[in-house]
């Protein structure tokens, strides 16, 4: 039997983060053609894994909440990603949703999240797990459930 928050990540999630990770670059719609974005994915092919670094487990986004994520300090490859992704838009980072590194754990609705007995959840964690590989994906998004359509694999 579990007994705590801490117990259950600690048994049953930490021990599925073992491993690589893909890194996923999550394209909208209407972000118009795909040539720059595959170019920058490419420009990372070849450079080397990477590692990222998990601290907390939290309900996301804050203000929100339908995930429970694991979240951390984004490495500067990825950084240097997102800044070139970015700079193909013509935007600047204060006009997109603020960049925070994490990893789903888990969904529920919105609607449901004032019935959970824990309405404050944040644990301390230490994961780290290399990243071997960045993927270009197009989201197809439904009030159900999120879908994702692969554009482009590129090995670091």
């Given amino acids: 039997q579990i007994k705590s928050t801490a117990e259950f990540i600690k048994k049953q999630i930490a021990p599925s983060l073992k491993g690589e990770l893909t890194v996923g670059i999550i394209l909208g719609t209407g972000l118009g053609g795909l040539v720059k974005e595959i170019e920058i994915l490419n420009s990372f092919?070849?450079?080397?894994?990477?590692?990222?670094?998990?601290q907390h487990v939290e309900y996301g986004p804050p203000r929100k909440a339908h995930?429970?994520?694991?979240?951390?300090?984004?490495?500067q490859k990825l950084i240097s990603l997102k800044e070139s992704l970015l700079h193909v838009y013509g935007k600047h980072e204060e006009e997109?949703?603020?960049?925070l590194l994490h990893l789903t754990l888990a969904r529920f609705r919105k609607e449901q999240f004032?019935?959970?007995?824990?309405?404050?959840f944040h644990e301390k964690i230490s994961w780290e797990s290399p990243?071997?590989?960045?993927v270009l994906f197009k989201s197809h998004l439904s009030s159900i459930?999120?879908?994702?359509?692969?554009?482009?694999?590129?090995?670091?």
């Fill in 131 to 134: 990243v071997t590989s960045l």
């Fill in 114 to 120: 004032s019935s959970f007995p824990i309405q404050k």
């Fill in 145 to 156: 459930d999120a879908n994702y359509t692969i554009l482009q694999e590129v090995k670091l």
């Fill in 45 to 54: 092919k070849g450079s080397g894994s990477f590692s990222l670094s998990f």
């Fill in 96 to 99: 997109i949703h603020p960049f």
């Fill in 67 to 75: 995930v429970i994520w694991a979240s951390g300090q984004a490495p």
